[in-house]
């Protein structure tokens, strides 16, 4: 854990952040604007991944609904969606890793804590979720299908959670860290006129 948090950091800069951040948009766009409309227009659904709440019944219902089309027109977002996942999950690891460069006591509680993998458990979820909802949509039947779709709705809701902590900690983190610029400038500030006071 230490050696990978010392990885992030030693690859956590403004650049790196901006750079990861602006394909982290360039893969959402193209799966909100392009891929998501496809899927709907082929199936009269969006992907499974995107609703919010999601159901069994949703599932089911939508499942009965599809025609062998739906596979096909699911693939590439399948694809691209995986990508989004990996690249989301590293650019907000980056992101909080820069926001933290500096060692202090909230940087060491989130490093022992856990909490700066936050985004490695949703990348889990978001590709435990995707795969149960390609088998499904792939025409999986039998006593399977009720097990997958269980486990998808389930996983689906704990990604949804996990977003949802996602955002509230990098609201916090963003807050901690414009708090702690402004105290060390502030500092820098009463320094310089000490030394200026000759004091």
């Known amino acids: 854990m230490t050696a990978f948090t010392e990885f992030l950091k030693s690859r956590a800069n403004g650049r790196a952040v901006a750079a990861a951040a602006i394909f982290a948009v360039l893969v959402f766009v193209v799966q909100d604007r392009v891929l998501i409309p496809h899927f709907q227009a082929v199936t009269g659904f ?14 089911a219902i939508q499942l009965g609904a599809y025609e062998r089309t739906a596979g096909p027109a699911y693939l590439p977002f399948f694809m691209v969606d995986m990508l989004l996942s990996f690249v989301s999950a590293g650019t907000l690891m980056l992101l ?72 509230i900690l990098t609201l916090l983190f963003v807050i901690l860290f414009g708090l702690g610029a402004g105290t060390r400038r502030q500092s820098g500030s009463l320094q310089g006129e000490t030394a200026i006071d000759g004091e």
């Not at 969006?46 to 599932?59: N, S, W």
């Not at 060491?108 to 990348?123: C, N």
């Open 96 to 167: 909080w890793s820069w926001l933290f460069r500096r060692p202090n006591r909230i940087s060491g509680f989130l490093e022992r804590g856990g909490i700066i993998f936050v985004p490695l458990y949703t990348l889990g979820c978001d590709v435990a979720e995707n795969i149960a909802f390609a088998r499904l949509i792939g025409g999986l039947t039998g006593e399977s299908f009720a097990r997958t779709v269980e486990f998808a709705v389930t996983v689906h809701g704990m990604r949804g959670a996990l977003l949802d902590l996602q955002v």
């Open 46 to 59: 969006k992907p499974f991944d995107v609703q919010f709440p999601l159901t069994r019944y949703m599932v």
